[in-house]
């Protein structure tokens, strides 16, 4: 297998490692009470997710799905940031993997003409708070959220990131 990280747009072939990938994460690494059921937009990206300003990206190494992250068009020139996960071998600067799907997300966005993409997470998730903090998100108070913001029950930190300026 080659070192190199690719990212591509979400295909359904991808969809079981996506499901297996992030619920590896949310339970066994975080010990988050959430499963498959609880995350539908998991077993409908497309009509979620890859509509408007949206989309779900893969990133991949080889043919192993190693992380993942989506834009949800919430309307009003704005996105949510969803389902940023990176398998705990693929973090880190070695890969970049973080890095490339997020860097993938904003230029979408940019390409899209999108102000602004919020995400929200867990308080669980601290090198995740890090690394969005390093790349230009500013913490924000709920609310400061925008109305059409699709808060989930386990995010309590907020972030805002201005795509231009």
């Known amino acids: 297998m080659t070192e190199i990280i690719m990212v591509k747009e979400y295909s359904s072939g991808h969809q079981p490692q996506i499901v297996d ?4 994460i949310q339970q066994n690494e975080y010990q988050i009470p959430i499963t498959g059921e ?6 409908n990206v497309e009509d979620f997710y890859q509509k408007g300003a949206g989309n779900f990206w893969v990133a991949l190494h080889g043919d192993k799905v190693v992380g993942t992250v ?3 068009d919430i309307h009003n020139r704005q996105t949510a940031l969803r389902k ?3 398998a705990q071998e693929y973090r880190g600067k070695v890969f970049g993997t973080a890095s490339l799907l997020l860097n993938n997300a904003k230029a979408w966005a940019e390409a ?17 708070h890090r690394f ?3 790349n230009g998100f500013q913490e924000i108070p709920v609310d400061a959220l925008p109305e059409n913001f699709p ?4 995010d309590k930190k907020f972030y805002k990131y201005n795509v231009i300026g």
């Open 38 to 43: 609880d995350q539908p937009d998991l077993l």
């Open 21 to 24: 990938l992030i619920l590896n």
């Open 151 to 154: 808060v989930m029950q386990v």
């Open 112 to 128: 899209k003409s999108v102000d602004e993409i919020y995400l929200g997470t867990t308080l669980q998730f601290v090198a995740a």
């Open 70 to 72: 989506a834009l949800l």
């Open 132 to 134: 969005y903090e390093k």
């Open 84 to 86: 940023m996960f990176v």
